[in-house]
């Protein structure tokens, strides 16, 4: 089984910063995905980012960006120009792209708690 | 497009007793992911469908149970309640592998066991 693993559970940014989220994941597959949602107090969980493992081209979007290492199996989130509606809960997860399988759906890790200081 | 839908937003309910909780994904989408939230636990998959079967199940006792229709909403059971049921259960929902398997969250259904 893939196991997801979110070292820092709380990280503090000055607002207007760079702050990097860190993820590393355990698996045997070649091939899968990678993803970092983000959860604030609504406790809506939104899809900030995704990246396909066989891309090696890290993803980008917006503020938000990724550095994958999949050789370390790393998968770090950063966000530039910290806002105060970054705060949040952020998680990392991972899905295989086994067709049919993903027999554990998405598996997340236990979150990092952003908070931003204004 | 409207996003996933889920019903009723809390809920609470006794010990013993069961409970059916709603989810619509967002149009065109076909699967439909369940997870459970909880401080102690964090996100676990509770099961997925597409096309109105299961195709995953995650390590959940069977009074855990779930459907998906024809028009791909699903519901999700839990009978025989338990205190360490209470949780937030978020629904999801994908269009599959043509779009990475992203998945689109609900806002999350709030079960309180007494």
């Known amino acids: 089984a893939q196991t997801v693993t979110q070292s820092q559970p709380e990280m503090s940014v000055q607002e207007a910063e760079t702050v990097t989220l860190s993820c590393t994941y355990d698996?045997?597959?070649?091939?899968?995905?990678l993803f970092w949602y983000k959860q604030p107090p609504s406790r809506q969980m939104i899809l900030v980012i995704r990246?396909?493992?066989?891309?090696?081209q890290n993803a980008t979007e917006n503020r938000f960006s990724v550095n994958f290492q999949k050789a370390a199996k790393s998968f770090s989130l950063k966000i530039s120009d910290s806002q105060l509606g970054d705060a949040a809960m952020y998680f990392c997860a991972y899905r295989s792209a086994v067709e049919g399988g993903g027999a554990d759906g998405l598996t997340f890790g236990k979150g990092t708690h952003l908070i931003i200081q204004p | 497009k409207a996003g996933v839908t889920q019903t009723p937003r809390y809920l609470i309910k006794t010990r013993g007793q069961q409970v059916t909780l709603s989810c619509s994904p967002i149009s065109g989408h076909r699967s439909v992911s369940w997870y459970q939230q909880t401080p102690g636990q964090g996100l676990q998959f509770l099961f997925e469908y597409f096309s109105e079967t299961q195709r995953n199940k995650g390590n959940f006792p069977g009074r855990f149970s779930g459907r998906q229709f024809s028009n791909s909403r699903s519901e999700m059971n839990v009978s025989t309640l338990e205190l360490g049921d209470s949780a937030l259960y978020l629904c999801?929902?994908?269009?599959?592998?043509?779009?990475?398997?992203?998945?689109?969250f609900g806002p999350g259904t709030r079960l309180t066991v007494t």
């Open positions: 990246q396909e493992a066989y891309k090696q």
């Open positions: 698996t045997s597959e070649s091939d899968y995905y």
């Open positions: 999801a929902s994908s269009q599959d592998r043509s779009h990475s398997y992203e998945q689109y």
